[in-house]
T-cell receptor
């Protein structure tokens, strides 16, 4: 079935370093949503990408949708402790239009 | 505005007992989703409703699981009988679109432990 791969599974960074997570699909995606889940919390919607090559920014966060609409990325510039959590990409499944949830990328700030 | 409200926040019960999880979606949202999250399996969609009607329950793991949505402001997920492998965090989410074209808003979840 339709699947999404998110890499890396974990990323340890020093505070102030950049962070990037990638979401890859073997099939063309109609849209993709990104969510953040803090430790012990619930997923919180960040953004939705729809157009080929789309780039959206939210302060230090930059979201991109690939030209072929098969991949997406989230880049955080100069990480802060408030960025800690797991970031999920969630593209829409073609068969039933529901979100496909990957394993997420866990951002860990080194002490 | 009130978000999605789930109760209880935590539930610890013994194997074999009936468990009922509750959810109040955001007012005006027409779609409701029940998810389960574990370390091993990640976030799994169990069932979803549109306008109070169950659309797809293929994610429900077994007949021990059932869900209802008697009206637009209330849904339940019931496990009977419960088993230790049901231990997980159960999230309810609501949206104003069924088709993954709008954000899903999650509740705080119910952390369920079956002993």
């Amino acid at each position: 079935g339709q699947q999404v791969m998110q890499i890396p599974q974990y990323q340890h960074v020093q505070e102030g370093e950049d962070f990037t997570t990638y979401c890859n699909s073997s099939t063309t995606l109609s849209n993709i949503q990104w969510y953040k889940q803090r430790p012990g919390g619930h997923p919180v919607f960040l953004i939705q990408l729809v157009k080929s090559g789309e780039v959206k920014k939210q302060k230090r966060l930059t979201f991109q949708f690939g030209e072929a609409k098969k991949n997406s990325s989230l880049h955080i510039t100069a990480t802060q402790t408030t960025d800690v959590g797991t970031y999920f990409c969630a593209p829409r499944r073609d068969s039933n239009y529901q979100l496909i949830w990957g394993a997420g990328t866990k951002l860990i700030i080194k002490p | 505005d009130a978000g999605v409200i789930q109760s209880p926040r935590h539930e610890v019960t013994e194997m074999g007992q009936e468990v009922t999880l509750r959810c109040k979606p955001i007012s005006g949202h027409n779609s409701l989703f029940w998810y389960r999250q574990t370390m091993m399996r990640g976030l799994e969609l169990l069932i979803y409703f549109n306008n109070n009607v169950p659309i797809d329950d293929s994610g429900m793991p077994e007949d021990r699981f059932s869900a209802k949505m008697p009206n637009a402001s209330f849904s339940t997920l019931k496990i009977q009988p419960s088993e230790p492998r049901d231990s997980a965090v159960y999230f309810c989410a609501s949206s104003d679109a069924l088709t993954g074209a709008q954000p899903q808003h999650f509740g705080d979840g119910t952390r369920l432990s079956i002993l």
